[in-house]
């Protein structure tokens, strides 16, 4: 394409915007190899499954527990704890593990408490204008038999009108005590979302959750969109379109649409599928990133630097990805339609998760994905199918 220009004032608006879209593209991308996040990272906690026993060992280390107090009893009478870092007049409120089975955001939260107590510029900048409020682990009941519920069975993501539980009364207790000016809510999601129309796995999804069935831009809901494009522009190039939008529609129920009801602004994270990333460990590295993000951009006042119409081009969650798609599956059995999508149940086993096989869908399946593809006309795929136990159980 070749670009013409009538005048010098036309060639000279063209470089005046030109560099300013420049301007503004660069101060989105954020060098986090600076970061040194191998360094950062909290070695006690690994996996899918954080026992009490490594919560334990992160809560008594001797950096952090002057900055740790008790808030609160779970249903079986479990600490739920808090931490505390900072002392800037903003307030950022924090939970992880909400559901109990959702621990990606819980070691990103350990990662990111650890690079708040290094000394750095950047560490320094946050904790004089921010203070944090952390809730590691919000439903330790869930956490211990890895359920999403607590111990009374109960979402505590559909508790936040009715206030049921003592975790959700925690939760909204700490709310009114610090007031604060931000809300961020972690979460997992699972494997089955892609990114748009993209074959793509969701590795990260945001959302600024609805304050009204129309789903209408408060004023808050606005500042956690401007948030949410920040991450986005900060983490696109290290996940290509693998970062997505999730669905908005409103529930009174759910804690993020609540808070955004009282006029905070908060936001949804949900930690999702890595490819060959099934205990999320490159999730995590990729949710610390964003927290650090979200945190700054806030310290430094920037978030008037990003424009919410920007959010919406973010694409939208869609669930069209199996963990294993088997192609020509009549070949082992003409009972079996031509393809089969697999999914993994996560099941605890003592303190790990295994991950159980089972046929969630068959047919063409022709408008969806795998994290990994098996053609059973191809001999190696159909000794793989063959070899692995559960998969031979549940197929042959």
């Not at 954080?50 to 609160?72: D, P, T, W």
């Not at 949410?228 to 804690?255: E, T, W």
């Not at 927290?291 to 919406?312: M, P």
Request: with cysteine.
């Amino acid at each position: 394409m070749v670009i013409t220009f009538t005048n010098v004032t036309n060639l000279i608006t063209f470089v005046i915007d030109f560099a300013f879209t420049f301007a503004i593209q660069i101060k989105s991308i954020v060098n986090f190899s600076t970061l040194n996040y191998q360094d950062i990272k909290e070695l006690s906690v690994y996996g899918r499954y954080i026992s009490i026993s490594q919560l334990h060992s992160f809560i008594n280390g001797n950096s952090i527990q002057k900055k740790i107090s008790l808030i609160g009893t779970s249903v079986e009478s479990r600490p739920i704890h808090k931490v505390t870092l900072g002392s800037g007049n903003i307030k950022i409120l924090m939970w992880s593990q909400m559901h109990g089975n959702e621990t990606t955001t819980t070691k990103a939260v350990l990662d990111l408490i650890n690079y708040l107590n290094k000394n750095s510029n950047l560490t320094s900048q946050i904790l004089s204008s921010v203070t944090l409020t952390i809730v590691p682990v919000l439903n330790p009941d869930g956490a211990v038999v890895y359920t999403r519920e607590n111990a009374n069975k109960m979402d505590l993501n559909r508790d936040a009108l009715e206030l049921s539980q003592p975790e959700s009364k925690i939760l909204h207790g700490l709310y009114n005590e610090i007031k604060p000016d931000y809300c961020f809510n972690l979460h997992d999601q699972r494997t089955i979302y892609n990114v748009g129309s993209y074959a793509k796995p969701a590795t990260l999804s945001f959302l600024a959750p609805a304050h009204d069935i129309d789903r209408k831009i408060s004023a808050s809901r606005g500042e956690s969109m401007k948030i949410i494009v920040a991450m986005h522009k900060a983490l696109s190039s290290l996940l290509p379109d693998q970062i997505g939008r999730y669905d908005d529609a409103f529930n009174p129920n759910c804690i993020g649409d609540t808070i955004q009801m009282l006029g905070t602004p908060t936001i949804l994270f949900e930690a999702g599928h890595y490819p060959e990333d099934y205990e999320r460990e490159k999730t995590r590295e990729f949710i610390f990133y964003a927290l650090v993000k979200a945190i700054s951009v806030i310290a430094r006042n920037k978030t008037q630097e990003y424009n919410l119409d920007d959010y919406f081009n973010i694409p939208e969650n869609n669930k069209q990805y199996f963990d294993l798609l088997l192609m020509n599956t009549h070949l082992i059995d003409n009972k079996y339609d031509e393809n089969i999508g697999i999914l993994y149940k996560e099941v605890l086993d003592g303190e790990s998760i295994i991950f159980d096989p089972y046929i969630e869908a068959t047919g063409s399946l022709k408008e969806c994905f795998g994290h990994k593809y098996l053609n059973c006309s191809n001999q190696n795929d159909l000794d793989f199918l063959k070899s692995d136990r559960k998969l031979s159980q549940l197929l042959f």
